[in-house]
């Protein structure tokens, strides 16, 4: 079946820093890329959609020059969390569209912010 | 605009009970696709079932079960003697008709169920 791999799984970073959150598509071409943000308790907040070669499109109310979306390739989608806060920290999850498989996630990065 | 709403916060059975985990959805599609997630405290979404608006047939899988009725919106799961493993976080989840492409998944709030020995 279809298998997305993320990475890391868990990140600790230092306030001002940036991190990057890798997912990969590993027997599909994933056309579509969904990124999604989970705080503690909370249900899975869509943050943008980004298709093979053009820019992302973000939901209302999240900063695009703050999570900056890559998807060069329809292998490969990353989420760059550029000068993190502490209110950054929260589980980020990404999911891959393509030819028939529907929605593939990933297992998840829980990022923390120190 | 669409939307997906879990009403049940959390459900709290004893282990062998039967559990209902209520999903009520609003869309302006007339194709659509519901889906049903579990969310075990490691973090990753296991995918359960995926129905398209098309297909109000029940449908069963072991101890899972689902109930699809478009005139009342709903889409409920219900789980037959439920066991600890069972324990969880469920999301209902809705994405548009796929014309050509992938519609975002929007998700409800989740429900978390925990199964007591």
């Known amino acids: 079946g279809a298998v997305v791999s993320q990475h890391p799984s868990w990140v600790i970073c230092k306030s001002g820093t940036s991190v990057k959150i890798e997912c990969r598509s590993l027997d599909f071409q994933a056309t579509t890329m969904f990124w999604y943000r989970q705080f503690p308790k909370q249900s899975l907040m869509l943050m943008a959609t980004s298709n093979e070669g053009s820019k992302a499109t973000y939901e209302q109310g999240v900063e695009k020059d703050k999570f900056l979306i890559n998807h060069a390739s329809l292998t490969l989608s990353t989420l760059t969390v550029t000068s993190a806060h502490p209110e950054d920290s929260s589980f980020y999850i990404c999911?891959?569209?393509?030819?028939?498989?529907?929605?593939?996630f990933g297992s998840g990065t829980r990022l923390t912010v120190v | 605009a669409q939307k997906v709403t879990q009403a049940q916060t959390e459900i709290s059975v004893v282990e062998k009970e039967d559990v209902t985990l209520d999903c009520v959805y609003e869309t302006r599609d007339t194709t659509y696709y519901l889906f049903w997630y579990k969310q075990p405290p490691s973090g990753e979404l296991v995918f359960l079932i995926r129905r398209n608006s098309f297909d109000e047939q029940n449908e069963i899988s072991g101890r899972y079960s689902w109930n699809f009725q478009k005139s009342t919106s709903s889409f409920n799961f219900t789980i037959t003697a439920s066991q600890v493993v069972d324990s969880a976080v469920y999301f209902c989840?809705?994405?548009?008709?796929?014309?050509?492409?992938?519609?975002?998944?929007?998700f409800g709030a989740g429900t978390r169920l925990a199964v007591h020995p």
């Open positions: 989840a809705l994405s548009g008709g796929l014309s050509g492409g992938y519609n975002k998944l929007i």
């Open positions: 999911s891959a569209s393509g030819e028939s498989y529907g929605y593939t």
